[in-house]
């Protein structure tokens, strides 16, 4: 059975960069056709899709977002990470990484979250 496992730092200060990784077990990250997603959701708020890497190394972002994130990721550990620059205090949230099968299923595996704050 695939787990998730989000880590990185609690903190950011604002305009500096988050930078997240999701180490897989249980599985494959270049398995096809998987797809690897950031999820996050601020206080009080709903869930929002950030982006995903594929199985084969391509990337999609949230256009709403695109313009300052990345993901990437380190198959020789089975990992994926997002990065995401210049930050605010409104990118406070619970950080998500979970996996899909293709485009258009529902995402079956979830890390348990963790909590970022932006705050100087």
């Known amino acids: 059975q695939v787990q998730l496992q989000e880590s990185g730092p609690g903190l950011v200060k604002p305009s500096q960069t988050l930078s997240l990784t999701c180490t897989v077990s249980g599985g494959s990250i270049t398995t096809s056709y998987y797809y690897w997603s950031w999820i996050r959701q601020p206080p009080g708020k709903g869930l929002e899709w950030m982006g995903a890497?594929?199985?084969?190394?391509?990337?999609y972002y949230s256009p709403s977002l695109k313009s300052h994130t990345s993901i990437s990721r380190d198959t020789s550990k089975n990992q994926f990470s997002l990065q995401l620059s210049s930050v605010t205090p409104e990118d406070t949230a619970v950080y998500y990484c979970?996996?899909?099968?293709?485009?258009?299923?529902?995402?079956?595996?979830w890390g348990q979250g963790t909590l970022v704050t932006v705050s100087s």
């Open positions: 890497i594929a199985y084969d190394g391509s990337t």
């Open positions: 979970a996996r899909r099968f293709g485009v258009h299923n529902a995402l079956d595996a």
